[in-house]
């Protein structure tokens, strides 16, 4: 079943079911289907057909469900632009997808009218609240004078739903390109590894539809679940829906997962709806996560996977309870490989490595990307010749069939001819208890070429020195991968929006721009 399939059938099965909550907005299937239907209809009045790429930027809200899925309805490419973005990301990120239409808010359109208007091939914007401007189109107004049927668009498997951006080691954005049929076998893999999903399901969004939040999003939808947006993060407000909505499961990053089992408040919340808590992008360490079955109970799941391919691994509620009962290294871990996923770890030779050696993670699944989008070149560096994702991460298996992910390819530290990884070092700081968060990127030096340099931030009202953090790192992890210089910073760290450390841009404090490229690619 193709996803324009999926939403049609989800529309005729739980018409009156709630679909989605947000503030004072409570609408049903129905009613969600009338606005995806319209939303279709709008834009095929307006020229825009099948195959034309459609952008959105906005924070979570009651309309970004039937955005997603009426555009998947009417065979348009999604691009979803993160509200945290600069104009110039957004600039980029139209330009390379050729979008033609751009539907945003009043909000974003005021803060970004200047980028926007350098993006040659952006012919319509459609704002929700939109000012009194001719060449905008008002999203409410659109929906009220368009048709509420559906207009049948014909959709093919191999058409694209989605154009997921990220930036490369470069900075420039690449996207991989999902089709109706890929994005339908993401969705059925994340519903072979999570608790089954019914109508009686309530889903919280609180971290960003724009990315992986929205991964089990047409699960859901096809379910028949119910969706409370929350439209920006916040911790408390996050348990109180919780609470209040009798939530169910939610998808978070690992820094939101820390701040809601952190609160002061959490114990005193009533949280036992709560059947699974889905974070990625990074594991956690030991204390979060005992912490969080503390508060939680046994309902973590951690996957592992990435924009071009996924899900790849899934560490379970069992997992976790083992980690939390003392065996720590598996909490390490990214979890067991998926029943529908294949990885192999690949040796700089293109040998396949055994258990236990670390090399570059290769993966694949039935709903993997299909390329990059417009670069024949990059796809095929991509994807091997046997349909293997390269995944540009370093990791390795055990004899256990844990796949443990150690750094990024690019974020490799080379220093006297030692190979040393920055997520290793910042595992070792971790486990000082008045450590809250760590990044460590690679500097100049005279002597070796690089040498690991330490950031860390401490826990309020905490202290400790750098000499006890560098024994610390001396005794976990050896002598030769101890950072040369540890500072503290009171701010947080300028995590992304899926709660990844951008080393690259921490280490353009200490590289002047290239210097870093040509030293590693001559060390």
């Not at 979008?99 to 091939?121: K, M, N």
């Not at 968060?437 to 340099?453: F, I, L, N, R």
């Amino acid at each position: 079943m193709i996803i324009a399939e999926l939403v049609r059938r989800a529309f005729a099965d739980h018409g009156s079911k709630l679909a989605i909550v947000h503030g004072d907005r409570r609408w049903t299937y129905d009613q969600v289907a009338d606005r995806s239907f319209r939303l279709v209809n709008a834009l095929r009045e307006r020229g825009i057909v099948v195959g034309d790429r459609v952008a959105t930027l906005a924070h979570n809200d009651a309309t970004t469900l039937e955005l997603m899925l009426g555009l998947a309805l009417g065979g348009y490419n999604r691009t979803a632009l993160h509200g945290m973005g600069t104009g110039d990301t957004h600039r980029q990120v139209l330009d390379a997808a050729g979008a033609r239409v751009l539907i945003t808010t009043g909000e974003f359109y005021d803060r970004f009218r200047a980028e926007l208007a350098a993006v040659a091939s952006l012919e319509l914007v459609i704002v929700q609240g939109a000012p009194d401007e001719a060449a905008l189109v008002d999203y409410e107004t659109m929906l009220a004078a368009a048709e509420p049927t559906d207009a049948r668009v014909p959709v093919a498997a191999d058409d694209i739903v989605h154009l997921a951006f990220s930036s490369g080691s470069s900075g420039l954005p690449r996207a991989s390109v999902h089709t109706q049929h890929s994005w339908s076998i993401v969705t059925a893999d994340h519903a072979m590894f999570l608790p089954r999903i019914t109508s009686s399901d309530v889903y919280l969004a609180a971290a960003p539809l724009t990315h992986a939040a929205s991964t089990v999003l047409y699960l859901l939808v096809g379910r028949g679940a119910s969706i409370r947006i929350l439209d920006h993060f916040d911790a408390r407000a996050a348990l109180q829906l919780i609470e209040s909505e009798r939530c169910t499961i939610t998808f978070v990053v690992p820094t939101m997962l820390q701040a809601l089992a952190d609160h002061p408040d959490a114990a005193s919340f009533d949280l036992s709806s709560l059947r699974a808590i889905v974070y990625a992008s990074a594991p956690i360490s030991v204390a979060t996560a005992r912490l969080a079955q503390g508060v939680f109970g046994d309902v973590l799941f951690q996957t592992y996977g990435q924009s071009e391919c996924l899900p790849v691994t899934c560490l379970t509620p069992e997992d976790h309870a083992r980690g939390a009962a003392g065996d720590y290294r598996v909490l390490q871990s990214a979890g067991r490989v998926c029943l529908n996923a294949r990885v192999r770890i690949e040796g700089e030779d293109g040998s396949a490595l055994p258990a236990g050696s670390v090399g570059e993670i290769l993966i694949s699944t039935e709903g993997r990307m299909r390329g990059i989008y417009r670069d024949e070149a990059a796809t095929a560096q991509r994807i091997t010749p046997d349909g293997f994702v390269r995944s540009n991460d370093i990791g390795y298996l055990d004899d256990d069939g844990f796949l443990f992910v150690v750094d990024r390819k690019d974020d490799m530290i080379i220093s006297g001819g030692f190979n040393i990884w920055p997520a290793e070092i910042e595992n070792a700081l971790l486990k000082h208890p008045a450590v809250a968060d760590a990044a460590v990127v690679g500097v100049a030096h005279a002597k070796w070429g690089e040498t690991p340099h330490a950031v860390v931030v401490l826990r309020a009202g905490q202290t400790v020195g750098a000499q006890e953090l560098m024994e610390l790192c001396r005794t976990e992890i050896g002598s030769m991968k101890k950072p040369t210089d540890i500072v503290f910073r009171v701010d947080a760290l300028p995590r992304n929006e899926l709660g990844k450390l951008p080393r690259r841009v921490l280490r353009e404090a200490y590289w002047p721009q290239g210097d870093r490229e040509r030293e590693v690619s001559g060390a």
